[in-house]
C-alpha cells in the first residue's frame, strides 16, 4: 500500500497545489479586524441615538401628563430600529472577535457584554459632543423605515393619550398647546390625587377661601386650587 | 532537507514548508497514526473514509501552513484541522455512522477518567473495549470528543480550548458533563 505522505506529495505536484500567502491571511485578519471595529462604531451610533431619543422623549413631562407607568411608557416609546441595528452589529462584532488569534478563549457573553459597555461609553462620547443630533437628522431625512419607526412610536403614544382621556388630542398637540397641556396635567392630577379644583386662575386661587371636608386637604399651584386627597 | 528537517521541532519544519513541500512528508510521519486513531475514534468512518479524510486534512494543512501561529503549539493546530473536518464529515454521513472502533488498551483511558473523576469506583476498571466503545458510540459526539483528547490522547484543558476553539471553561464544563454522560450510558449497557 502506498505511503500517505507520499500519495500526498503526488496530489500536491498533480494539483499544482501552493500555500496561500502570508498576505492572503493577514488581509483576511485585517479584513475581519475591520469589520469589527465598524460594528462597534455602528453601535456606537445606535447607542448614541438611543440617548438622544431618549433625552428628547420628555419623559418627565410625558409621565406628568399621563398616569402611565415608567415602565410602560419605555415599552411604548422605545427606539426598537436602534435597539435592532445594535444587536445585530454587536452579534456580528462577537462573531468576527472570535475568529481572530486565539480570542475564541473568550465566552460569547464576555465578548457581547465587553462590545455593549464599549459602544455604551463611544455612545455617550458621542451624543455629549452632540454628534447624536446630526446622526438622528440624518436617519430621519433619509431613510425612509427610519421615519416610520418614529411615527409609528408618536401615533403609539397619542394613541395612548386619546385612550386614556377620551379626547381627540396628539402627542404634538399637547406640545403646541398650552393651554390643553394643562388641562391633561389638570386631568392627570384629578384621577391619580383625586383632586377636585375649585379653580384654575392662579390669581382667584390667592384670593378664594377653601374649605375641604376632613378626608381632604387644600391645595393650590400652578394648575389651580381647590381640595385633594390627604 | 528532509533529513536535515528530521529532528527539528514541528514548529520548525512548519516554519520551513511553503519553502520546502517535500517536508510535508516529516509532518505527515508524525501525526498520521495519531490523527487517524483520533477520527476512528470519534467518527466511526470507514478506513477508506478515514484515509481520504486524513488526506484532506494533510492538503488543508499544506495550503494553509502560513496561518500556522506561531503561539500554538503545531499539534494543537494540526488536530484543529482534524477536528474541523472531521466534524464536518461526521455531519455530512451521520446516518451511515459506523462502530466506534478503540483498538488500543482501555485501561489507561479508564484509569485516568476516574482519576481526576470523582464519580465513585462502582464500575469495573477493566472495561473491555467492545464495551468502551460501545458506550462511546452512544454519547453525544462533543462529549465523546473530550474524553477522547482529554483520557486518551492526554491534552491539557488549554489545549483542547486551541483545538476545538471554545473558552477553557467551557472545556471543563464539557469534560465534566462527559464524564456524567459516560457514567449513565455505562449503567444502561451493564444493567442489559
Redesign the interface.
Known amino acids: 500500500m502506498e505511503k500517505?505522505?507520499?500519495?500526498?506529495?503526488k496530489?500536491?505536484e498533480l494539483r499544482n497545489?501552493?500555500?496561500?500567502?502570508?498576505a492572503?491571511?493577514k488581509a483576511r485578519i485585517f479584513a475581519i479586524n475591520f469589520l469589527s471595529v465598524l460594528s462597534i462604531f455602528i453601535t456606537s451610533v445606535a447607542m448614541a441615538s438611543l440617548f438622544y431619543q431618549v433625552q428628547q422623549s420628555n419623559f418627565k413631562d410625558v409621565l406628568e401628563k399621563t398616569d402611565f407607568s415608567v415602565v410602560y411608557y419605555v415599552f411604548i416609546t422605545l427606539p426598537y430600529l436602534w435597539f435592532l441595528i445594535g444587536l445585530i452589529f454587536i452579534l456580528l462584532f462577537a462573531h468576527n472577535f472570535r475568529k481572530v488569534?486565539?480570542n475564541?478563549?473568550?465566552?460569547f457573553t464576555s465578548v457581547v457584554s465587553g462590545a455593549l459597555l464599549l459602544s455604551l461609553f463611544i455612545g455617550s462620547i458621542i451624543h455629549m459632543s452632540g454628534l447624536s443630533k446630526v446622526t438622528e437628522n440624518l436617519a430621519e431625512q433619509n431613510i425612509e423605515i427610519y421615519r416610520q419607526q418614529k411615527q409609528i412610536q408618536t401615533l403609539k403614544t397619542d394613541i395612548f393619550l386619546n385612550k386614556l382621556y377620551e379626547i381627540g388630542v396628539t402627542a404634538e398637540m399637547v406640545e403646541n398647546d398650552p393651554e390643553l397641556k394643562k388641562e391633561i396635567r389638570r386631568r392627570y392630577l384629578e384621577k391619580v390625587l383625586g383632586r377636585e379644583y375649585e379653580s384654575d386662575d392662579l390669581d382667584e386661587c390667592k384670593v378664594i377661601k377653601l374649605t375641604c371636608s376632613k378626608d381632604q386637604k387644600i391645595f393650590s399651584d400652578n394648575t389651580g386650587c381647590g381640595c385633594g386627597k390627604k | 532537507v528532509i533529513e536535515e528537517y528530521r529532528r527539528k521541532t514541528d514548529e520548525e519544519v512548519a516554519e520551513k514548508?511553503?519553502e520546502h513541500?517535500?517536508l510535508?512528508?516529516i509532518l505527515?510521519?508524525r501525526y498520521?497514526v495519531k490523527l487517524e486513531s483520533y477520527i476512528r475514534r470519534i467518527s466511526g468512518l470507514s478506513f477508506e473514509d478515514r484515509?481520504d479524510l486524513?488526506?484532506e486534512v494533510?492538503?488543508s494543512v499544506?495550503?494553509?501552513?502560513?496561518?500556522f501561529?506561531p503561539?500554538?503549539r503545531f499539534s494543537s493546530w494540526v488536530y484543529r484541522i482534524c477536528h474541523n473536518k472531521t466534524i464536518n464529515e461526521w455531519k455530512k454521513n451521520k446516518k451511515k455512522e459506523g462502530d466506534i472502533s478503540i483498538d488500543e488498551n482501555t485501561k489507561p483511558f479508564v484509569d485516568s477518567l476516574y482519576n481526576e473523576n470523582n464519580i465513585e469506583k462502582d464500575i469495573e476498571q477493566n472495561i473491555s473495549k467492545e464495551v468502551l466503545s460501545k458506550v462511546l458510540r452512544n454519547i453525544k459526539i462533543e462529549y465523546r470528543e473530550v474524553l477522547i483528547l482529554k483520557f486518551f490522547d492526554g491534552y491539557s484543558y488549554d489545549e483542547i480550548?486551541?483545538i476545538i476553539?471554545?473558552?477553557?471553561?467551557?472545556v471543563g464544563t464539557m469534560v465534566s458533563r462527559a464524564r456524567q454522560s459516560f457514567k449513565a450510558e455505562f449503567d444502561k449497557i451493564n444493567k442489559k
Not at chain 1, 500517505?4 to 506529495?9: D, M, Q, R, S, T
Open positions: 500517505l505522505e507520499n500519495k500526498i506529495i496530489e500536491i497545489l501552493k500555500p496561500r500567502s502570508k492572503f491571511f488569534k486565539r475564541y478563549r473568550y465566552t | 514548508v511553503a513541500p517535500e510535508i512528508a505527515v510521519q498520521e484515509q486524513l488526506q494533510f492538503i499544506y495550503e494553509n501552513i502560513n496561518s501561529d503561539d500554538l480550548s486551541d476553539q471554545k473558552p477553557k471553561n467551557t
